[in-house]
């Protein structure tokens, strides 16, 4: 008997596996895998409309706040200097993305005082800040941020001794002087 009892139940088994298969062939067809996007069929050169915009064409991008050295070109001194003054800087070193010059050492850079005292007596030293604005590539001003503050070393201690007729120093960046700025937006290759 247990031999049948065995053949009896591989039996019963067949027959429920059997009307389950029925019950599935019978429901909503599994849904399609999704699709996959094969990469050769992506064009590989850009459409003339896919070129409306700057940089659109596979030019290299320099993102939105990369950092930039600018330098000043002159020296900016807070003597007779007042709020809104511009003066030109420069690049000072190369920026590269993925190994290509965006923006070339040299390229100009117009920056605007935004803040000023002068110095004072009781050894007050003078201080400005410099808002750095825009920088031209291939002729074209793109946006940048940031500004820079320098301050006139105080005469503290002489001042102490002699309050009545001690001031502070003016303020200033020498030529050369490299400060910190960021790109305001992202600038193509040209």
Not at 50 to 56: A, H, M, N, R, V
Not at 78 to 91: F, N
Not at 120 to 144: M, P, R
Request: with cysteine.
């Amino acid at each position: 008997m247990p031999i049948m009892g065995a053949v009896a139940l591989a039996a019963s088994m067949a027959r429920a596996a059997h009307a389950q298969d029925n019950l599935t062939s019978s429901a909503a067809p599994a849904p399609a895998p999704p699709a996959i996007v094969d990469a050769n069929t992506v064009p590989a050169v850009p459409t003339a409309s896919d070129c409306s915009q700057p940089g659109s064409c596979g030019a290299i991008m320099l993102p939105k706040d990369t950092i930039v050295q600018v330098a000043a070109v002159n020296e900016i001194t807070s003597i007779d200097m007042k709020e809104g003054d511009q003066h030109m800087l420069q690049i000072a070193t190369d920026v590269a993305q993925n190994g290509k010059v965006i923006i070339p050492r040299g390229a100009p850079v117009k920056g605007k005082i935004i803040w000023r005292t002068g110095k004072g007596i009781v050894g007050k030293s003078a201080k400005f800040e410099i808002e750095f604005e825009e920088v031209t590539v291939g002729g074209k001003a793109y946006l940048l941020k940031g500004k820079h503050r320098q301050e006139g070393r105080g005469n503290t201690a002489a001042a102490l001794l002699a309050s009545w007729v001690v001031t502070g120093r003016s303020a200033v960046i020498p030529s050369g002087a490299v400060m910190n700025a960021f790109t305001e937006e992202d600038i193509p290759s040209t």
